[in-house]
């Protein structure tokens, strides 16, 4: 399972601004797991946001998938 970093997150959200987003994303950490939250003004992108998320992660070898409303869960 890949840890995402505070790194990560703001590569992200420099990724997301190059691409023509406006918000950003937010990375929530407890206990063993991990989750990320993002902006609602993402969700009026130029493209749905979760699969691009999705993406994004893998590519770093993280695996995310949607949790309902604006989150992610990591590393499942």
Known sequence: MAVITTF????CNRA?????FSGSVHLHDACGAQSLSWDESLDSGPEPVGPWLERFFA??????????????VAGC
Do not use: F, H, Q
Not at 16 to 20: D, M, P, Q, R
């Open 8 to 11: 990560d997150v703001v590569d």
């Open 16 to 20: 997301l601004a190059e691409a023509g």
């Open 59 to 72: 590519s770093r070898g993280a695996t995310v998938r949607a949790l309902g409303g604006r989150r992610l």
